[in-house]
C-alpha cells in the first residue's frame, strides 16, 4: 500500500503538467466492477487502483501538455490484454512517457491485471453491434496511406476487433492522441519520448507527420468501443 501511496502521489505531482485538472474522484460504480473487485479481496481496492486512471482518463475533454498538447486516451472499452501490455511496456521502459511511467512502476502484475480487467468490462455496452468493415471510405490519400500501414492486418477490418487480443482497438480513438502515439513510434534516442515496438516503429517510420495526422484523423472518425465514462458528478 506505501508504494501504491507513493505512485498515487507521483501521478498528482505529474498531472500539474496538463492543461485541465480535477480531483480524481472513486472508480465508477458499473456492474462489472465488483467482479474486477472480487479477485483483490473488495470494492475498495480496485477503486484504489484505479483511482491512479480515472483522474486522467475519467474526465471528458482532459488534456495532457507532454510531449504536446493532446488529449490522453480513450481506455473504456479497450482490450484487457492490451491495456496490460501497455501497463507492462511503460513498467519496462519500453514506452518511455514519464508521467506513465511513474503510474507502472507502481503496480504489480496482478494490479496491472485487475485494473486492465475492470477498464475493459467498464466500457462494453450490450447489444451494441460495430460494423464488420471500415464504417466510413476513406478519401483516396488516406485510403493509399492505409493500405501501406496495413493496419487491418492487425487491428481488424474496422479497426475495432483486433487479430490479436494483445493489440489495441483503435477505431474512435481521439486523434490527437493518436497522431501523437505514432510519432513516438519513430523517437530515437530521447530519454522521455518513444516507444520500442518493432512492427510499429517500422510502419511509423514509412510516413511523415502530415501522413501520420491524416491517418489519426481518419481512424478517430470511425465508430469504435472507445469511450470516456466518468462519474455522474463530472459529466
Known amino acids: 500500500m506505501n508504494k501504491l501511496l507513493t505512485t498515487l502521489f507521483a501521478l498528482a505531482v505529474s498531472c500539474g ?34 483511482a491512479l486512471c480515472i483522474g ?20 473504456s472499452g479497450q482490450g484487457a490484454k492490451y ?19 511513474a503510474i507502472a512502476a507502481g503496480l504489480s502484475e496482478q494490479d496491472i491485471t485487475e485494473i486492465s480487467t475492470y ?3 467498464h466500457g462494453k455496452e ?3 453491434a460495430l460494423p464488420e468493415k471500415l464504417g466510413k471510405e476513406p478519401s483516396p490519400q488516406v485510403a493509399g496511406l492505409m493500405q501501406k500501414a496495413a493496419c487491418v ?41 518513444g516507444r520500442s515496438n518493432g512492427i510499429m516503429g517500422a510502419i511509423a517510420k514509412q510516413f511523415s507527420n502530415a501522413e501520420l495526422k491524416a491517418l489519426a484523423g481518419y481512424v478517430s472518425s470511425l465508430e469504435g468501443d472507445l469511450k470516456v465514462k466518468p462519474e455522474n458528478r463530472f459529466r
Open 83 to 101: 491495456i496490460a501490455a501497455a501497463l507492462t511496456a511503460y513498467k519496462n521502459g519500453d514506452r518511455k512517457h514519464p508521467t506513465m511511467r
Open 119 to 121: 477498464y475493459e468490462a
Open 153 to 193: 492486418s492487425c487491428h481488424g477490418a474496422n479497426l475495432a476487433k483486433p487479430i490479436d487480443p494483445s493489440y489495441p482497438k483503435i477505431a474512435g480513438q481521439h486523434a490527437d492522441y493518436m497522431f501523437v502515439a505514432l510519432k513516438a513510434y519513430k523517437a530515437d534516442n530521447n530519454a522521455v519520448v
Open 56 to 75: 486522467c482518463h475519467g474526465i471528458k475533454g482532459y488534456q495532457a501538455s507532454f510531449p504536446e498538447v493532446h488529449k490522453v486516451p480513450m481506455i
Open 17 to 50: 503538467t496538463s492543461l485541465s485538472y480535477a480531483q480524481a474522484p472513486a472508480a465508477p460504480k458499473t456492474a462489472s466492477a465488483p467482479a474486477a473487485a472480487a479477485t483483490s479481496g473488495g470494492a475498495k481496492s480496485i477503486d484504489t487502483k484505479v
Open 126 to 128: 450490450e447489444g451494441k
